[in-house]
């Protein structure tokens, strides 16, 4: 009788040993299944992040004649955002508006020069559009600020500022062959337009300017970058109007 129980006994002992491998066993197999499905879901997470960066370095997009209207800074900062992100959400683009970024236009001048002298901003360069008049003068003081040796690019696109001042302050000027110009290539203010390849080459200009750690040096070199940063068009060397000589940092698309 005695055998009897301690053979019982053992078979259950048996019994329960059976039961809690297969209880272990299901709750990794329910860990393993619980990983997996985590895991695809942070993959989903990921697939619907934006396609730009956080990055310290910015580069800033001033909008000025011919880019300054609500309906254009709208258009062009949204597509901006969505390329490289804007700087207030941790992005590579810093847009200002002239004249609203701005208390006012005579304070233009002293304000622009702050912000682009501003020791808590770590530019990867400076692209304007349409340069109103004096922005030569910044330009002059950020030069002066870091003693002629800027050390990020500053380009100008389509600028309706003084054009020796854009030239000598500026790595290099791009514009564009109009329609209505004059014979010394000028076009009347009431005649300027929105530029309908500005968006495509300023965002060439961005997507350059970032992957570099350098400011243009004025040589042979300087018109295949050009070339580079805009692959896919027709470049030639503006030809001072009076002079008749070609620009060394001035360039026409058409």
Request: hydrophobic share 40%.
């Amino acid at each position: 009788m005695f055998k009897k129980i301690v053979i019982l006994f053992f078979i259950l002992s048996l019994f329960f040993i059976s039961c809690k491998r297969d209880e272990i066993k299901t709750d990794s197999t329910q860990d393993y299944i619980l990983n997996i499905s985590d895991a695809n879901i942070d993959e989903k997470i990921y697939e619907t992040k934006q396609n730009w960066h956080i990055t310290n370095k910015k580069v800033l997009v001033l909008f000025g004649y011919d880019f300054n209207s609500p309906q254009i800074v709208q258009n062009l900062t949204s597509l901006l955002q969505e390329k490289f992100g804007l700087a207030e959400d941790g992005g590579g683009v810093l847009p200002v508006t002239y004249p609203d970024s701005f208390k006012h236009s005579r304070y233009y001048v002293s304000e622009f020069t702050s912000m682009l002298t501003n020791s808590e901003t770590d530019f990867a360069g400076v692209v304007i559009l349409g340069a109103p008049e004096n922005t030569h003068t910044v330009l002059s003081r950020l030069q002066d600020y870091w003693q002629g040796d800027v050390p990020f690019p500053v380009i100008a696109l389509f600028p309706q500022d003084d054009v020796l001042g854009m030239e000598a302050n500026c790595d290099f000027v791009i514009d564009k062959v109009r329609a209505n110009e004059d014979s010394e290539g000028i076009v009347p203010e009431e005649q300027n337009q929105f530029i309908s390849e500005a968006p495509q080459v300023l965002i060439e200009t961005i997507s350059y300017i970032q992957n570099i750690d350098f400011s243009f040096e004025r040589n042979d070199d300087l018109q295949k970058h050009v070339i580079q940063m805009y692959p896919n068009r027709k470049i030639h060397y503006f030809i001072d109007p009076e002079t008749g000589l070609p620009s060394v940092n001035h360039f026409v698309l058409y």
